[in-house]
């Protein structure tokens, strides 16, 4: 089946705009993960949801950053107000709900964002 | 707090040779998974392997096989028959079952030469 997909696959915005990130989770599985991909960081992890619990937001890295899932599949990352150093590869990973392979992530091919 | 340290930036072999990756981890928790993801040019995160840390046996996927020696927290990764696709960055990924969330290290980047 399709894999994780995310749109746009690159964007380029001017400093304190807001930009907006989508991911589209494989069909079915219900856990769906945003990671951030910079030169100085390296991979980073910003948040995660699971069905309709309420959503691991620990590694968002400010306020400007934000994220919701409706019906439980499509998300959308939403960076306010961007800064320079907002500008990275936004990865999105989705799992299943499966005992044995939920703990492994599928992920997109990211949308790379840079902010001028 | 879990890290993942990858000591080698780069290596290179040439198609065909066996190449190691090396992967160490720094964890006070028993239960955890551990990953190698392939990076190439076009972005995509791909899974080349996973280990259950409670599984003593040594996880291989074909040309791909792991090392995990859980005492000493090392997670290596070996490619065998290297190919020219192999090329890429390979990311060492840590998991704590139920934590749901990766710790990855640097990452390595590995170039076949043909």
């Known amino acids: 089946g399709a894999g994780v997909s995310q749109s746009p696959s690159n964007k380029v915005t001017e400093k304190g705009k807001d930009v907006e990130l989508r991911c589209d989770p494989i069909?079915?599985?219900?856990?769906l993960y945003w990671y951030r991909q910079s030169l100085g960081q390296g991979l980073e992890f910003l948040i995660y949801?699971?069905?309709?619990?309420?959503?691991?937001k620990s590694g968002l890295p400010s306020d400007r950053f934000s994220a919701e899932r409706t019906g439980g599949s499509v998300s959308t990352l939403t960076i306010q107000r961007t800064q320079q150093e907002d500008s990275a590869v936004y990865l999105c990973?989705?799992?299943?709900?499966?005992?044995?392979?939920?703990?492994?992530?599928?992920f997109g091919p990211g949308t790379r964002l840079l902010v001028l | 707090a879990q890290t993942v340290t990858q000591s080698q930036p780069e290596m290179s072999v040439q198609e065909a040779e066996t190449v190691t990756l090396s992967c160490t981890y720094d964890?006070?928790?028993?239960?955890?998974?551990l990953f190698w993801y392939k990076q190439p040019p076009s972005r995509q995160m791909i899974l080349v392997i996973r280990?259950?840390?409670?599984?003593?046996q040594n996880a291989t996927e074909n040309r791909f096989s792991v090392n995990f020696q859980k005492a000493a927290k090392s997670f290596s990764l070996k490619i065998s028959d290297s190919q020219l696709g192999d090329t890429a960055m390979y990311f060492c990924?840590?998991?704590?079952?139920?934590?749901?969330?990766?710790?990855f290290g640097q990452g390595t980047r590995l170039t076949i030469n043909p």
């Open positions: 069909s079915g599985h219900t856990a």
């Open positions: 964890t006070s928790e028993n239960n955890y998974y």
């Open positions: 990924a840590f998991m704590t079952r139920g934590a749901q969330k990766l710790v």
């Open positions: 949801f699971q069905g309709n619990s309420a959503p691991d």
């Open positions: 990973a989705s799992s299943s709900g499966g005992s044995y392979v939920r703990e492994t992530q599928y």
């Open positions: 280990q259950e840390a409670y599984k003593q």
